[in-house]
């Protein structure tokens, strides 16, 4: 098994930038990707971004491309979503999600953390 807890989320004004954390627990030897979705109320989930636990390859949503990125900090088992350059629109619970291999769906899910941003 593998635990995700995600932190960081809050209310920020539009331009303003915040990180989350998602710190993974368990078997993280399993782990072969790491991806951050969010949800806003009334829409489905979103890509945001992922990236191989290796650290490499990492993919990002086309919303958040040139704003967000997505880091690793191997020695505390952390992935890290730098978030730029905040737009209302932005605004979602934040779910940090593991996989098991490159064909796996994501099965490991943190509990989420929001964010909101204001104009």
């Known amino acids: 098994q593998v635990q995700l807890v995600e932190s960081g989320g809050g209310l920020v004004q539009a331009g303003a930038s915040l990180e989350l954390s998602c710190a993974a627990s368990?078997?993280?030897?399993?782990?072969?990707?790491v991806g951050w979705f969010r949800q806003a109320p009334g829409k489905e989930r979103e890509f945001v971004a992922d990236?191989?636990?290796?650290?490499?390859?990492?993919d990002y949503g086309e919303s958040v491309k040139g704003r967000f990125t997505m880091r690793r900090d191997n020695a505390k088992n952390t992935v890290y979503l730098q978030m730029n350059s905040l737009k209302p629109e932005d605004t979602a619970v934040y779910y940090c999600a593991a996989r098991a291999g490159p064909r796996a769906v994501y099965g490991y899910w943190g509990q989420g953390t929001q964010v909101t941003v204001s104009s």
């Open positions: 990236s191989r636990w290796s650290g490499s390859s990492t």
């Open positions: 368990g078997r993280t030897l399993s782990i072969y990707a």
